[in-house]
């Protein structure tokens, strides 16, 4: 796998490798399971440019507690860069519900239209993957809102021979279930992540000991944006005040000195993200 390297997690991403591979076949669905901080989210990480390097579709999202009662949040993320031609590719009950999940129109009822959302997505991803091989990418699945998971199994039940994988990573224990009961043994693989041994311990503790480490992460974070160009934290400002930061409404010049400086990371597809949890930009002083 392309990216840095992730220690002692060889053989997770050789089943990930084998996942994705040019020999693997038909629809397949890794699941990447353990504790809090144990490094499913790097794991995943390195799945997504994997896959984006051999070519694949990505499609992907990163749910967080915050949106886990909202509707159709993961869907809306999933297909954001969901062309209208694509849409217009459906069946108009299935059209007219995805463009409800996504907010590009009002809807014209009081309950949302799940099953129609469902088959709208599952639409979406077969027109997709006619064009080549296609991953459907999930961070956190502990934290899907519901719609969005019910959608997701809908999806699930009723690939077979697609080129598509859905690869997530899922916090243990949870009383949340992932997708294994969803697909056949065959499709489904469960990669758990251990604790560390002792020579990943030792390996881990070296490289950090090399570094200069501040005591606090904030001041880091603090001293970073302060080197920025008032433009550069102006951006910072008005791109962490949007519920999906994109770069088209952003001054991409002066957010490119940002992720230069480690501090948002700019997606392919023009979302901007911060590789730092809970970031929030300092108020500009008076």
């Known amino acids: 796998m392309v990216g840095t390297e992730l220690i002692d997690r060889s053989a997770e991403l050789a089943r990930l490798d084998t996942l994705l591979g040019p020999s693997a076949h038909g629809f397949a669905e890794p699941e990447i399971a353990g504790a809090a901080g144990i490094g499913k989210t790097s794991l995943w990480a390195q799945a997504r440019r994997s896959a984006e390097a051999q070519g694949f579709t990505v499609l992907w999202a990163r749910p967080a507690e915050t949106t886990a009662k909202s509707s159709f949040a993961a869907v809306a993320d999933l297909l954001f860069a969901a062309d209208a031609e ?3 590719r459906l069946p108009p ?3 007219a519900a995805l463009e409800v999940a996504l907010l590009r129109r009002p809807n014209p009822r009081r309950g949302p239209l799940h099953r129609a959302v469902a088959a709208g997505l599952l639409g979406v991803v077969r027109e ?3 064009d080549g091989r296609l991953l459907l990418a999930i961070d956190d699945w502990q934290w ?3 719609p969005s998971r019910d959608a997701l199994e809908f999806l699930a039940r009723r690939l077979e021979r697609e080129p598509v994988r859905i690869v997530y990573s899922l916090r243990t224990p949870t009383a949340i279930r992932g997708l294994g009961n969803a697909v056949t043994d065959e499709r489904f693989t469960a990669i758990t992540l251990a604790g560390f041994g002792p020579t990943a311990v030792a390996r881990l503790i070296s490289g950090a000991a090399a570094l200069p480490v501040p005591d606090s992460l904030r001041e880091l974070l603090l ?7 008032q433009a550069g934290r102006d951006e910072l400002a008005l791109v962490a005040a949007l519920s999906q930061p994109v ?3 952003a001054d991409l010049r002066a957010l490119t000195r940002a ?3 480690g501090i948002v990371e700019i997606e392919q597809d023009g979302r901007v993200r911060s590789p730092i949890p809970c970031w929030r930009p300092p108020s500009r002083p008076r």
């Open 128 to 130: 997709l993957s006619q």
């Open 93 to 95: 009950p299935q059209r």
């Open 259 to 261: 992720e230069e400086a």
């Open 144 to 146: 899907l809102d519901r």
């Open 223 to 229: 001293a970073r944006i302060a080197r920025l160009p």
């Open 247 to 249: 770069t088209e409404l």
């Open 86 to 88: 694509l849409l217009r």
